[in-house]
């Protein structure tokens, strides 16, 4: 039994999707953001102590953090999603899982967060925007001929780093990003990325 903890409008859409790549039965109890904060509702915090999706329960366990979520549904129920231990692969699959949520991430928040400040936020621009094209063209580079992150078809680390390449093409980078562009519209093309669609409804970046 797979339960998952889903707030609208976050990246518990990518633990969805990854669920419908591997053909797995779940649950879904959704929550919604405040529509004027944008913050998560209290019920979370009971959840999770960090009132944070995604978090899941499996048969009985919960699971918080996205990068903890995927390892442990690839290691039980896709291995094809993952290097073989040991390998080449796997070193650069540990180094970009961790570089989704942590690296990746960092300067995305801060400049979510400096644009809710309006011209209080000025300061904080150049640096944040140097960061995001940094992170953004490190991530263009990574991708292989393939189209893949780390091995020649999907694997976590594509899952992963959906998130910060679809907010590469939604801030306009498209045209500096061709091959990261062209990984988001793959990605999207995958019928389990519409399913996934259909179960965690529609969402943004505003």
């Known amino acids: 039994m797979i339960l998952v903890h889903h707030l609208n409008n976050s990246r518990s859409q990518r633990i969805l999707w990854l669920l ?34 995604p978090v899941v329960e499996i048969d ?8 903890a979520i995927v390892e442990f549904l690839c290691l039980r129920h896709g291995r094809h999603l993952l290097p073989r ?24 928040l801060l400049d979510l967060y400096a644009g809710r400040l309006g011209p209080a936020g000025a300061p904080l621009r150049p640096r944040i925007d140097q960061q995001l094209t940094s992170h953004f063209e490190f991530m263009e580079r990574m991708l292989r001929p393939s189209g893949h992150f780390v091995l020649d078809d999907l694997s976590a680390v594509d899952i992963m780093l959906s998130f910060p390449a679809e907010i590469a093409v939604k801030k306009g980078r498209n045209q500096l990003l061709p091959r990261l562009t062209s990984f988001v519209e793959a990605m999207h093309a995958r019928p389990a990325w519409h399913r996934a669609m259909e179960r965690g409804g529609a969402y943004s970046f505003a």
Not at 42 to 48: F, M, Q, T
Not at 60 to 67: H, L, M, P, Q, T
Not at 85 to 108: C, N, R
């Open 60 to 67: 009985g366990r919960r699971i918080a953090e996205s990068g």
């Open 20 to 53: 419908e790549e591997l053909e797995l039965s779940y649950d879904l109890r959704r929550y919604e953001r405040d529509p004027v904060t944008n913050l998560a509702p209290p019920e979370l915090a009971a959840v999770h102590p960090l009132g944070k999706s």
């Open 85 to 108: 231990i040991g390998s080449d692969e796997y070193v650069t699959h540990m180094e970009l899982m961790h570089f989704a949520e942590g690296s990746a991430m960092t300067p995305i």
